[in-house]
């Protein structure tokens, strides 16, 4: 685990990259590694940050095919958890790119503690925080500073909150920002305020699941809107919801699926003034940019070819400059903006990732039928040339 310092680069920038819900097993989808590769050598991050669902923590026990459970001990799950953890660090390891994690609801829904599973992440060099020395918050709350290129002053935040647990006893995940990490966050970002003169730290505030307000950047809307995505669960009014365009711009392609609890997050936010949006990943296909009571609100949709998805699936880039710290650029890449769009980048597409079971048949089908074609021409130009 390094302890250097995160600072602005010799340009005066520093680039941001989110990779949101990875989710992928021992077993891991070898399309998605690609994708993250090409990007990481194409943008060159300064820091890559995982927001949670970095495995897919409750299939760890299954066979290759199915959810029947082959390995039955902890150790063994481990073992598995650290194969899986290991495909989307070891490229940055490789490349000497600096990395940070927080979990999501996936992550620790088995025998391995938030604990165990976050010295499985320092064990890499090129992992940063985790540090919080606070131990009235989880394992994955923590702030990051980004210092100037001299290293003199900090000049921007990095605040990771945990947002979901599972209760082993309880047999169940949990998904709230939890009271203790709103209080945390507040007596943290007084003392930021403190060092920085009395100012507010600018920041951008990183968490797996949406805060309860993200709903607000909805708009009920008819069935037969093209942009109408179904809101309603068993019980229900039949209800149809779609982004408000005076409040967001973007994709939603699933209903939000916020924190269950709200324990005052958004109050704090506004209180402290110094976060600049908050990012979330979690709703795997859902991506946009919104605005609610002040505070911006960035989804991200999925990078994990093993879970559902669309065609959004990607990674998203902040650009933050030395000379303007209380701005940020932010863009998101698609698997097709990264890979292209060659007919060898949409096969594997196709063939990785979950959700394209149409697309893999009739590509089975269409090898097959090309094989017999190839078959039975080869066997009567034999049978004309050879008498």
Known sequence: MSDEKLSFNKDGKFIIMQVSDPQDLQFVRHTMVRMLNK???????????????????????????????????????????????????????????????????????????????????????????????????????????????????????????????????????????????????????????????????????????????????????EKDDPLAVPFFRKGEKERYVKLDPKKADGFLCEPITPCEENYGQLEALKKQGDVKAVVYGHDHTNNFIGEHDGITIIQSSAASFRCYGNHLRGVRIFELDENNPEEFKTYFLTYADICGTSIPSRIAYIWDADGCIKQKSALIAGTAAVAVGIGAAAYFIRRKYNG
Not at 69 to 80: A, G, N
């Open 39 to 221: 990007v990481y050598d194409r943008i060159s991050p300064d820091l890559v940050v995982f927001t949670g669902d970095n495995i897919l923590g409750n299939h760890l026990r299954d066979a290759r095919f199915g959810s029947k459970h082959v390995i039955h001990t902890k150790k063994e799950e481990y073992e598995r958890m650290k194969t899986a953890i290991a495909h989307i660090c070891n490229p940055l390891e490789k490349r000497n790119i600096p990395f940070t994690m927080i979990y999501g609801n996936h992550d620790d829904v088995n025998e391995i503690t938030k604990e165990e599973q976050a010295d499985i992440y320092r064990s890499y060099k090129m992992c940063v925080g985790l540090d919080n020395p606070d131990k009235s918050v989880d394992v994955d709350t923590f702030d990051l500073p980004i210092y100037s290129r001299d290293l003199s002053r900090k000049l921007f935040n990095l605040w990771m909150i945990d947002s979901a647990w599972y209760d082993k006893k309880e047999d169940k995940c949990h998904e709230a920002v939890k009271k203790e990490t709103v209080d945390w966050y507040i007596k943290r970002s007084d003392e930021l305020k403190a060092e920085n003169s009395g100012k507010p730290l600018p920041s951008l505030m990183f968490q797996h699941i949406p805060m309860p307000e993200s709903v607000r950047l909805l708009v009920d809307c």
